[in-house]
């Protein structure tokens, strides 16, 4: 009686000693998956931060020969070692500046389009066209860009532009050859309007369906619908979804490097060629002069960063200000 | 009388809002036009494409040797390859730091910790991939030199952000209910992520992984200082470098020599069709498996 008491407790005893084991298995493995997991993510921040030191690093020389000024600084002479990024930061600055004003519209207009004026089985058909648009590879699009955006631009638009235009500083008379900070826009555009486009299409299907519900019902027409409820509640998706075509604009390298012209110049006239923090680099960083044009080289690709950073600052302040709101 | 008489006068619009109608319609066709105009322009860049490079493909051009300086004879047989290898080891590194990343935010991590995670994959998606590309030159090609490794490790950094966000997406679709029947039957944290979440996603991920490639294989500044030194012939050493179809389109490109740019033209078609095809199968296996699991 006694010793089946006993081998009945041994057995309860084992039972649990086996959960206690595998409960400090578990244990022992939830930590360990976590801490793995969390390398991943750890080693994500410390590639930030490596990036930001080794351009600092690699632009030393250029920084503590010119500190700030070095971005307000108009000369690019490698042989003379005299080096400024106003004509690289002015370039892609007004470039992407311009095609995001291009974009912006006919992207919100797509978003539009296809989160609520289309037929889904329309949506489902244009939406991942439209995202194609994105896929092409950069190096293709400047590609074409040269030989068939470029020609078009010279014998087509720059004429009709200039007499329509010609009061504004950008639109001067044509220019012989087609690659210019124009064709440069035009590129951009093609590349940034699809990233608007999706990103506004996902940002209006967030919108309450009550909320369009609500206004149809008193009577609003669609484009009432869409200014006086999904506009004004997207309008911070929308912003940000803009300064992130922005980012991308700005580090646009390859199809840039085909058709800006490689001009060291900051020209208002933007049929005339000029150049971009990317395109610069693209074009000279293989073959530096000396240690300086190296070093400028790395501090471009730091204002370049800088540039990012705050774009991609805005970005988040805006959508955070706006989360806030609701 | 009359106007009783007349049962659709009441129905048909007037005054005011004939014009509100009309300013709507005018902006529907707005839209109808930006998106025909941009579906215009998508067709019109690859049937230009087609039409320059379409008549270069032939066997010599998937087989041969590099040409030579002006273009003539030869394919673009090295730089096929070696695109797929760097496309290969670039995805080894970037699958698993990817993924990784995103179950870490989405299954253990606390929110403040999730918020600056996600912000650290913001940034690093905006990132350029001309910044990267000369990143990864002071890191590693200042130390040691030019290969496939520095390459892949430039191409990973373009795919991280994309294969984590992707899975971020699809870890937020997995079903609740599946995540707490694993609870209840008392499953330890590492086996319902590694054995219930991670499986029930492994598709999107699988979507995302290849959507991520497709990207990076026409990915040009980040291998354009890293992995450029390269000649005629095929190679695969992951120690040196090796030819790849975007720098051997830059390459044919800014020579003058008209044989040189067809053969760029060819290889930029090549490029170009095979991210959309693969691009296209991507997204509909990817619509085909959500149907088939109701979400």
Known sequence: MSSLASSATDAVHLQRTRIVRLNRFDARADRLLRIVLLAAGVLICLLLVAITYQLIHGASLAISRYGIGFIGRTQWIPNLKEFGAWPELYG?????????????????????????????????????????????????????????????????????????????????????????LFTGILVLTIMVLPIIAALTRDVFLTVPQELRDGAEALGATRWEVIRGVVLPTTVSGVTASCMLGFGRACGEAIALAFVVGGAPNAPSDLFKAGNTLAAMIVNQFSEPVNALHLSSMFYLALVLLALELMVNLIARVVTRGARRAW | ???????????????????????????????????????????????????????????????????????????????????????????????????????????????????????????????????????????????????????????SMVEVPLIARA???????????????????????????????????????????????????????PILFTCSVFTQAYAVNPLHSVPSMPVEILTLAESEYPAAISKAWGAAFLLMFTILIVNICARLWLNRSRRKRGL
């Not at chain 1, 992407?96 to 978003?111: D, E, H, P, Q, R």
């Not at chain 1, 058909?125 to 194609?132: R, Y």
């Not at chain 2, 839209?31 to 860049?45: D, Y």
């Not at chain 2, 910044?131 to 892949?152: E, P, Y």
């Open chain 2, 167 to 221: 899975t971020l997406v699809s870890l937020s679709r997995v079903p609740k209910p599946l995540r707490e029947a694993a609870d209840a039957l008392g499953v330890a944290r590492w086996r319902i992520t590694l054995g219930v979440v991670l499986p029930t996603s492994a598709n999107s991920i699988l979507t995302a992984t290849v959507l991520a490639v497709a990207r990076a294989a026409g990915e040009t500044a």
């Open chain 1, 92 to 180: 892609t600055l007004i470039t992407s500046v311009f095609s995001l004003i291009f974009a912006t519209g006919l992207g919100i207009a797509i978003g539009l389009f296809l989160s609520m004026l289309a037929p889904r089985s329309v949506a489902a058909v244009v939406g991942p066209l439209v995202e194609m648009l994105a896929a092409i590879p950069s190096i293709v699009i400047g590609l074409i860009g040269v030989y068939l955006i470029a020609p078009f631009v010279r014998s087509t638009l720059e004429a009709p532009l200039h007499s329509a235009f010609g009061f504004l500083p950008f639109f001067g008379p044509a220019e012989p050859v087609g690659n210019s």
């Open chain 2, 1 to 155: 009388m009359s106007a009783i008489a007349d049962p659709a006068h009441a129905l048909t619009p007037s005054g005011n809002l004939v014009r509100r109608q009309f300013v709507s319609r005018l902006v529907l066709a707005g839209a109808v036009g930006a998106a025909a105009l941009a579906v215009a322009v998508l067709g019109i860049l690859v049937f230009y494409t087609g039409l320059k490079g379409a008549g270069q493909l032939s066997l010599t051009f998937f087989t041969g040797q590099l040409p030579s300086y002006n273009g003539v004879g030869g394919g673009l047989g090295p730089a096929l390859v070696g695109t797929i290898e760097l496309s290969l080891f670039a995805t080894v590194i970037a699958l698993p730091i990817g993924v990784m990343t995103a179950l870490f935010v989405s299954e253990f991590a606390r929110p403040r910790v999730a918020a600056v995670l996600e912000t650290a994959l913001d940034l690093m998606a905006g990132m350029p991939s001309i910044i990267i590309g000369v990143f990864v030159v002071l890191l590693i090609v200042d130390n040691f030199q030019q290969s496939v490794i520095a390459a892949a490790v430039a191409l």
